[in-house]
């Protein structure tokens, strides 16, 4: 990366999904503006810079572009050679669940045995199947808690979305995070996938029963999925030009995370804004405690979880070539964000 190429960017762009995430509290905090404008440049938000920027949130080929989002289009991107590094790893259960019909006698996970399994169709790329990804893997965790595989269950495609946008609303402005409610009612599949906030006041509206809970599982391997663990990631061309953005930005990422334990009910609130979806549906998905656990790190576990889920998204056609996961890894802006803070809690004590 040469030098004139350093001095051309204006921007550092940001784009997260609306789901927990210390960067996007740090965003509503207005920290990230003041990392950009401390190096004297402007903040932009894919969520407001209109159409022609909105695909960069799938396919990350935009530079100066940070991004905390689902996995799969993380993955996705990176496997058809989108120029990304891995820059840090959340993990924030998030209400994920298998419901069906009010009448189903389905209350457990070998209850699936034989039901038809509402799939969202793929959508116009890799990246964009996100729905069919996280559809799938929920069955497939839920499938094993209870002995059965897919030749147990009878897949059936729903409509879906092929280009969704990287703030899908409903007609009633809500966020669209539910796919296969309507089938589900209509009789004509028997369970569906669902996860977060939105999706619990889905449930209550129409009075689905959950039949498989699976963040009541013990183990984090059964509750992988798009959200878990949820990727940061950089444009490289970013990281090897401005690294000090980077870790502007992840230190206020940090910062965030450790405000927000102490605020939950302000937390709270930026996430119904977030997820388009009340306080009750807020606290139903993530409870009372998730505050506490918003930093983002490396650590061998997650990136051990996310290989799974890299693993499982290559067998299933998620990902246009397997890479190694290690390579993606940047390390070092972490590493230096966390020092930086240690620094400053050193010098105000």
Not at 282 to 305: C, K, N, Q
Request: charge should be negative; aromatic fraction near 6%; include cysteine.
């Amino acid at each position: 990366m040469t030098a004139a190429t350093h001095t051309v960017l204006d921007t550092l762009w940001y784009t997260r999904c609306p789901v927990p995430t210390a960067s996007g509290l740090a965003h509503s905090l207005g920290w990230l503006s003041e990392t950009a404008a401390e190096a004297g440049i402007g903040l932009g938000v894919l969520q407001d810079a209109g159409p022609e920027l909105a695909p960069r949130h799938f396919d990350h080929r935009l530079l100066g572009l940070i991004r905390e989002g689902g996995n799969v289009p993380a993955l996705a991107a990176r496997a058809e050679g989108s120029p990304t590094r891995l820059i840090g790893l959340t993990w924030i259960d998030e209400a994920q669940a298998i419901l069906v019909a009010p009448d189903s006698p389905a209350s457990g996970p070998s209850d699936l045995a034989g039901l038809r399994i509402a799939v969202p169709a793929w959508a116009q790329d890799r990246a964009r199947s996100f729905p069919r990804a996280m559809a799938l893997h929920g069955f497939a965790n839920a499938l094993v808690l209870g002995g059965l595989t897919f030749v147990d269950v009878r897949p059936v495609e729903v409509a879906v979305e092929r280009n969704p946008q990287v703030r899908g609303e409903d007609a009633a402005g809500r966020r669209v995070t539910t796919w296969g409610v309507e089938a589900l009612l209509a009789g004509d599949v028997d369970a569906i996938y669902v996860k977060g906030a939105r999706a619990q006041e889905v449930a209550r509206e129409h009075g689905l029963r959950i039949a498989v809970d699976l963040d009541a599982t013990e183990s984090k391997r059964s509750r992988v999925n798009n959200g878990t663990p949820r990727p940061i990631t950089v444009h490289a061309d970013l990281l090897e030009s401005r690294p000090d953005l980077v870790v502007g930005f992840l230190t206020q990422t940090l910062r965030a995370a450790n405000w927000a334990a102490d605020n939950l009910d302000e937390v709270r609130t930026v996430l119904a804004r977030e997820t388009f979806s009340g306080a009750a549906g807020v606290e139903a998905a993530y409870g009372d405690t998730f505050h506490r656990g918003l930093h983002p790190t490396l650590s061998d576990e997650r990136i051990e979880l996310l290989d799974v889920q890299k693993q499982f998204l290559y067998t299933h056609g998620f990902l246009a070539t397997d890479f190694d996961l290690a390579s993606w890894v940047a390390p070092e802006p972490l590493q230096q964000a966390s020092a930086r803070l240690a620094a400053e809690r050193e010098v105000s004590s």
